[in-house]
């Protein structure tokens, strides 16, 4: 029976080629497909998430009511409305909510609004694979400005000192602006491998030194972000960045750009596909829920989350956990919320050789990535985030994969009476293990 259906369909429309799925499992290049999954154990939304039951439900109503009222743009200020509502955003705030395909879109939308053709602004962002390959070259379309990345993890993988890295961009921003040439600050809320990087304390302080002439954007794609830090950036002016695919968990391609006031007489384009407003309305789905859990319990869990599977890699000698710094947003933010919490888990993985264990390489980590979901005979299947550059060990080239926490699996946890937290970090380390037990697997090298 062919899973695909007219809601399937739509899911996979109106993005680029990332977005294409193929046959025989009907999944993009992320490794999700335009459909729900019940038996997947998913923690592999820092890169895409699987559609839920509940999200494609949603998505359907919504294809089900454009066939009787076509009404696409009013759709589309009635998702942006209600994203505008779930962030804690009055309706007075001045705020331009503007849906994007995806969240190298919302990056390419950000400069076509804020800079005209002729002008080329000095662009600092960190190393696309802590952003996204294609990000880059959406800052710099139409040549509009010119695109340094700044490195924020050392060549064995490590992070990089934050002094360092807020000396490098302080650098290159005051150089920029002493020859008279705008600057777009990109700051990362939170990278691929979880960090925030520069720090804020830096971006906030150079945009305060000159205001007119630097403009911060905020990557924060993966929409790790609770209502106070987002109300936060945009009360000073930052544009921000967001998808609904990762964190969040709508189907693979929903971004936003949020930007403050009226920054530019260019006018985003009005027009939005059937399929992007589908993607949103299931995204939507979950974000209801999640907002109405209290923020409370939502950091006693991500905490409890946290520690167990730090512990949990720690006990495995085939795994080694990538330091993540902790998640520091002063001056931006002071208190305790939510997503001061880790819940993006990068490790390396080790298989047994002649001499004792070895990395993997990145190939065979791909590899293993591609082979988690994969039904076997007595095994759960389950997903983590795709491989992330991370330098190299013992010589070897090695990527990280990802276990990291959703929005789903914290409404798993906390909805309902039973043992839902057990549950969900239970099924986590069940992931885990499958990773162990596939890296000690003799390598296969191509």
């Known amino acids: ?16 080629a990332r977005i294409d799925i193929a046959p025989p499992l009907h999944q993009n290049p992320y490794g999700c497909a335009p459909f729900p999954d019940p038996a997947l154990l998913d923690f592999g939304s820092c890169t895409a998430s699987v559609v ?110 934050a002094a360092a890295i807020d000396a490098e961009v302080v650098s290159l921003t005051l150089s920029a602006l002493a020859a008279e040439r705008p600057v777009l600050l990109v700051l990362t809320d939170v990278s691929k491998s979880g960090l925030i990087a520069p720090s804020v304390a830096c971006v906030s302080q150079l945009h305060h030194h000159a205001p007119q002439r630097i403009t911060v954007l905020v990557d924060a794609c993966q929409f790790r972000l609770s209502h106070a830090t987002l109300q936060a950036y945009l009360a000073r002016d930052f544009v921000v960045a967001l998808t609904g695919s990762k964190f969040v968990g709508g189907p693979s391609f929903s971004g936003v750009l949020l930007m403050p006031g009226l920054r530019s007489e260019r006018r985003a384009p009005e027009d939005c596909p059937p399929g992007l407003l589908l993607r949103w309305e299931a995204a939507l789905q979950s974000l209801r829920v999640f907002r109405a859990l209290p923020e409370d319990r939502i950091r006693n869990f991500l905490l409890a989350f946290a520690a167990a599977i730090r512990k949990h890699i720690a006990q495995h000698p085939q795994l080694e956990s990538l330091p993540v710094p902790p998640l520091e947003r002063g001056p931006l933010m002071k208190g305790h919320a939510w997503d001061t919490v880790q819940t993006i888990f990068p490790f390396l993985l080790y298989h047994a050789g002649d001499g004792g264990l070895s990395p993997l390489g990145r190939e065979e980590t791909l590899k293993l990535f591609r082979q988690l979901p994969e039904a076997r005979s007595g095994l759960q299947r389950g997903r983590l985030g795709q491989p992330v550059l991370c330098g190299s060990r013992e010589g070897t080239p090695v990527s990280a994969l990802r276990l990291c926490v959703s929005a789903r699996t914290v409404i798993m946890a906390l909805q ?27 390598p296969v090298r191509d």
């Open 1 to 16: 029976m062919n899973p695909l259906h007219e809601t399937s369909l739509l899911l996979t429309q109106g993005g680029d």
């Open 416 to 442: 309902g009476g039973g043992p839902g937290e057990e549950r969900a970090i239970h099924e986590a380390c069940v992931v885990l293990d499958q990773a162990a037990m596939l890296a000690t697997a003799p």
């Open 52 to 161: 839920s039951s509940e999200g494609f439900a949603a998505a359907d109503a919504l294809r089900v009511k454009l066939l009787e009222h076509p009404d696409l743009a009013g759709e589309a200020r009635r998702i942006s409305a209600e994203l505008a509502d779930l962030c804690g955003l009055p309706k007075d705030s001045g705020i331009e909510i503007m849906l994007a395909p995806s969240g190298t879109d919302a990056h390419r939308l950000a400069v076509q609004l804020l800079y005209a053709a002729d002008n080329e602004p000095l662009i600092v962002m960190v190393e696309p694979a802590e952003s996204g390959s294609g990000v880059p070259a959406a800052l710099a379309t139409g040549h509009r400005g010119h695109v340094i990345a700044v490195n924020v993890r050392e060549p064995d993988g490590q992070p990089r000192n």
